[in-house]
């Protein structure tokens, strides 16, 4: 007897790569947000190709990446490693920040500065940028729209999608049932590093770090932005 396509799926085992971007050009230290035209530096476009090696031989069936240019450019050779194009989808991009197109914590950019006092003024929100809460709903739409895309017009396959640092670290904290609100500082989630997320059905199973850039991630302090 065939199992009915609703019991197929309900047992189907989805693994999932939210990739963040390698390393932009920003001599300037902007904190560029949404903003167009910031590209990936040469070490940026390394890190891109450590990650195509990295998953040259996983069986990937689908990669998507928000619009802006670091993320596409990360995506480029993953795709190309496998046959495939790249699907846009802006559910995955950055989040929206206020102080975008400033250099944080100086200038007009710095917390000292008394126009910016209303933007800080509840971290747990947080009131300078995008709502966590919003960022997570957003994440988490793409990633059920990609799960079902693999299958219905992919052939099924691993999914890679490449987003920025603060929409990866948010989704992976609160599929961890972590509180939302933290110390950027210390984020997981590394230039170029995979949040590995694995779905039995319905169930998410596992979810693992790795990075494959770690040779290449700069030494002292990573580039302002995510």
């Known amino acids: 007897m065939s199992t009915p396509s609703s019991a197929r799926v309900s047992l189907r085992r989805d693994v999932v790569h939210l990739l963040r971007h390698g390393e ?11 903003l167009a035209d910031f590209h990936l530096s040469d070490r940026g476009r390394a890190m891109a190709d450590l990650v195509a090696e990295h998953l040259a031989d996983a069986p990937i069936g689908m ?3 928000s619009s802006l240019d670091r993320a596409q450019q990360t995506a480029a050779p993953i795709a190309a490693a496998h046959g495939l194009g790249v699907h846009t989808d802006d ?13 944080f914590g100086r200038g ?13 003024r ?13 960022i997570v709903a957003r994440m988490l739409a793409a990633i059920r729209a990609a799960r079902a895309a693999v299958h219905e ?3 099924g396959g691993e999914i890679v999608i490449v987003s920025h ?11 961890e049932g972590q509180h939302l609100w933290h110390d950027p500082r210390r984020r997981q989630c590394t230039l170029a590093s995979l949040t590995t997320l694995t779905f039995h059905g319905d169930a998410l199973e596992s979810i693992a770090y790795s990075e494959p850039a770690a040779a290449l991630l700069p030494g002292a302090a990573q580039v302002p932005g995510a």
């Open 153 to 155: 017009l992919y052939d």
């Open 24 to 34: 932009v050009h920003n001599p300037d230290g902007i904190l560029y947000g949404r």
């Open 108 to 120: 007009a950019g710095s917390p000292a500065n008394p126009a910016n006092w209303a933007l800080l």
């Open 63 to 65: 990669v998507t990446a």
């Open 91 to 103: 559910r995955v991009i950055e989040a929206g920040n206020h102080f975008e197109g400033k250099t």
């Open 122 to 134: 509840n971290p747990l929100r947080p009131s300078w940028g995008e709502p966590y809460e919003q």
């Open 165 to 175: 640092q603060l929409p990866i670290e948010t989704t992976r904290r609160f599929l």
